[in-house]
């Protein structure tokens, strides 16, 4: 089951914050978060594998409600580099038997 | 540590023909994954390797596909007869057990 990302796009200003959020249907054993620019390769930023876990990087974290089914990205006063699309990846079982399944992206515009 | 590679970067080829593509993983790496984006849309799982063993294949289109993996190292993907619909960008990634994927740059396939 593909996960639900929301929103689909997002304009900010440079320092202004922003939340991704990913949804699934299915219980989730753990999320993916990565980053792409245009025409290059997705670059993993994070892994959460607990239910409640929160995890940062620099201005940039995220958390997992196991109960929810979601995890959230939250860009901290976002600078022009965070710019891209942002994909979240959802597994269902541990030890690397499944693959991830993507979601459909959340474009992300950082301007001046 | 070097990435994962992939090549050729581009390809464009007839509908018709046939098509290779390359993946060297990241040395050590058991987990090996095959993605295609296709026009801007989400990312989508084709197929997982675990070393030399085929663990998941249910993402894989139809029998024009086959993929390989030569002694657990790197890894193949072939289209043959290609199809306008087998455009996109074909993305390789591998992981440690559990861990985040590094991508490799992608082939942009142009199938005309």
């Known amino acids: 089951q593909q996960p639900v990302q929301s929103p689909q796009a997002v304009i900010l200003r440079e320092g202004e914050d922003a939340v991704i959020n990913c949804s699934s249907s299915?219980?989730?054993?753990?999320v993916h978060w990565y980053r792409q620019k245009h025409g290059e390769a997705p670059v993993f930023l994070m892994i959460?594998?607990?239910?409640?876990e929160q995890k940062g990087h620099d201005k940039i974290s995220a958390s997992f409600n196991e109960k929810k089914q979601q995890s959230s990205l939250y860009l901290t006063a976002s600078q022009l580099s965070y710019s891209g699309t942002y994909f979240c990846g959802t597994r269902r079982s541990g030890g690397g038997a499944d693959g991830l399944t993507f979601g459909k992206g959340t474009h992300l515009i950082i301007q001046p | 540590e070097a990435g994962v590679t992939q090549f050729p970067s581009h390809s464009v080829i007839e509908k018709g023909q046939t098509v290779t593509l390359r993946c060297d993983p990241i040395?050590?790496?058991?987990?090996l994954y095959w993605y295609r984006r296709v026009m801007g849309k989400e990312i989508k799982f084709l197929l997982h390797?675990?070393?030399?063993?085929?663990?998941?294949e249910s993402g894989m289109p139809n029998n024009r596909f086959l993929a390989e993996r030569t002694g657990g190292t790197y890894s193949t993907l072939k289209v043959q007869p290609a199809e306008l619909e087998d455009s996109g960008v074909y993305f390789c990634a591998s992981s440690s057990t559990g861990g985040g994927y590094t991508f490799g740059s992608g082939t942009r396939l142009t199938v005309v």
């Open positions: 299915k219980a989730l054993y753990s």
């Open positions: 390797f675990v070393k030399e063993s085929k663990q998941d």
């Open positions: 040395s050590g790496h058991d987990n």
């Open positions: 959460l594998l607990k239910g409640g």
